[in-house]
């Protein structure tokens, strides 16, 4: 997974949009306690830095160091750069022991997890009672521009990895063993509006940073061309209007440690 974000992390950091802040209020509501925090698959920070506002420390792991690197600095965030390969006690270790965290985030990551050793790791260090995992990513439906964002979308096909399956498809077929808590859950995730201010430069920047179009370019299809370029600004340029957009936050599913595990 480190792998698929490492030579377009700068574009990454620099595209990807922000999550709405009344998400973080909504999740922070749901916990007994507010002291730790612990951001999955962090990237450069973008949900470490919302939920800060609400938790009196935030752990941000990831196993990209480059987009570590470009992680946006916060006095209540640390950043910890967590290798593929770091056991599970370990991690269990750096976020304080059993019982410890009061809010697990993962934003548009947890599709390139190992779900059975991460789900076996957050039950372990959640508070009981009273923690609470939440897991989302966002889709790429943009209005009002579905149609052309739609035949983009396919010609990436081809070049997505299997995980990714999970995200593109809303979370709805992703495992989530935790107990309901009213936001979402296994096989039924919840579905937000997410606002975002975005130029037709912006837009061609966040379709750079996925993953699909990076493995494509490394098998020799340049996705994003200059003909394809044009032909995606001249419909934005129908379709718009005005710089702005919105789509769906979804496959948001959020819980508490199973009673009795």
Same mark, same amino acid.
């Given at each position: ?31 007994? =306690? ?37 992680? %946006? ?7 910890? =750069? ?23 985030? %993962? ?13 076996? %790791? ?90 699909? %179009? ?42 508490? =440690?199973?009673?009795?595990?």
């Amino acid at each position: 997974m480190a792998g698929l974000f490492t030579k377009q992390a700068a574009v990454y950091a620099a595209a990807r949009p922000a999550y709405p802040k009344d998400l973080f209020t909504k999740l922070a509501a749901f916990t007994a =306690h507010h002291r730790l925090a612990w951001d999955v698959g962090t990237g450069n920070g973008q949900a470490a830095i919302g939920v800060a506002e609400h938790y009196d420390s935030v752990l941000a792991t990831d196993v990209s160091a480059e987009q570590l690197l470009r992680a %946006v600095p916060h006095p209540k965030v640390q950043y910890l =750069h967590t290798p593929d390969a770091t056991p599970g006690q370990d991690l269990v270790t750096t976020l304080g022991g059993e019982g410890s965290v009061d809010l697990i985030t %993962v934003a548009e990551a947890v599709h390139w997890f190992d779900l059975p050793a991460f789900y076996g %790791v957050a039950r372990r260090v959640l508070r009981r009672p009273g923690g609470v995992i939440a897991v989302w990513g966002y889709n790429y439906r943009l209005s009002p521009v579905e149609d052309m964002m739609a035949r983009f979308f396919n010609t990436t096909l081809p070049y997505r990895d299997p995980p990714a399956r999970y995200c593109t498809e809303g979370y709805r077929d992703l495992p989530f063993p935790f107990d309901d808590i009213g936001l979402g859950r296994e096989g039924e995730p919840a579905s937000l509006d997410m606002e975002h201010e975005m130029s037709f430069e912006g837009l061609i920047g966040m379709l750079r940073s996925w993953s699909a %179009v990076t493995t494509a370019k490394q098998r020799g299809v340049d996705l994003l061309g200059e003909r394809v370029v044009k032909e995606l600004e001249e419909e934005w340029a129908l379709g718009r209007g005005v710089a702005g957009a919105e789509g769906d936050l979804q496959g948001l599913p959020a819980g508490r =440690h199973p009673q009795g595990r």
